[in-house]
T-cell receptor, first 117, second 112 residues
Framework: DTGVSQDPRHKITKRGQNVTFRCDPISEHNRLYWYRQTLGQGPEFLTYFQNEAQLEKSRLLSDRFSAERPKGSFSTLEIQRTEQGDSAMYLC???????????????FGEGSRLTVL | KQEVTQIPAALSVPEGENLVLNCSFTDSAIYNLQWFRQDPGKGLTSLLLIQSSQREQTSGRLNASLDKSSGRSTLYIAASQPGDSATYLCAVPSSGTYKYIFGTGTRLKVLA
């Protein structure tokens, strides 16, 4: 399978614990996105990377959230001191941006569902 | 600030009907628009990507059109089937950035 891969698919944790999600994008894709989705809503942008550079972060991303893409390949999203309001589906997407083009089709993974008790 | 609206929020139709889903956006300076399908508890599956220079794109029973000047896109589904039941989302880039803004989706149910 050469699609976007996310791990774990489900995570249940207690309030105050730290959690980390991993995303492996499609191998040749240089852009990687993190989104958060709650029930009945569309995905909300969190952050995105061009190669290893984090180019934009949403105001939704509080100090408790951090994302990395150390070698421009896989990415991790860490949430520290989780709160019940962090319960959501965390979605990763990747795309390829050619030097001559702004466009690139987004491909999503299956998501990581977080439940904070 | 880019805002995306999808109408209707939910739709229930008998099998075989042709149907149209609508997506409107506030900032017409976009370089593409993408339609996705989402099944319950799953990730998003890309259906169609329309570049800003295109007016429409087709894939099988799906046809998407784009009118940048009016800030609208439509997704046309021909001869709907129960397997088409899902939430359909559209996404456009936010002004001057490469982040995508999503609508809240149209929840479609096709009855056998």
């Amino acid at each position: 399978d050469t699609g976007v891969s996310q791990d774990p698919r489900h995570k249940i944790t207690k309030r105050g614990q730290n959690v980390t999600f991993r995303c492996d994008p499609i191998s040749e894709h240089n852009r990687l996105y993190w989104y958060r989705q709650t029930l009945g809503q569309g995905p909300e942008f969190l952050t995105y990377f061009q190669n290893e550079a984090q180019l934009e972060k949403s105001r939704l991303l509080s100090d408790r959230f951090s994302a990395e893409r150390p070698k421009g390949s896989f990415s991790t999203l860490e949430i520290q001191r989780t709160e019940q309001g962090d319960s959501a589906m965390y979605l990763c997407a990747s795309s390829f941006r050619a030097w001559h083009s702004d466009t690139g089709e987004l491909f999503f993974g299956e998501g990581s569902r977080l439940t904070v008790l | 600030k880019q805002e995306v609206t999808q109408i209707p929020a939910a739709l229930s139709v008998p099998e075989g009907e042709n149907l149209v889903l609508n997506c409107s956006f506030t900032d017409s300076a976009i370089y593409n628009l993408q339609w996705f399908r989402q099944d319950p508890g799953k990730g998003l599956t890309s259906l169609l990507l329309i570049q800003s220079s295109q007016r429409e794109q087709t894939s099988g029973r799906l046809n998407a059109s784009l009118d940048k000047s009016s800030g609208r896109s439509t997704l046309y589904i021909a001869a709907s089937q129960p397997g088409d039941s899902a939430t359909y989302l559209c996404a456009v880039p936010s002004s001057g950035t490469y982040k995508y803004i999503f609508g809240t989706g149209t929840r479609l149910k096709v009855l056998a």
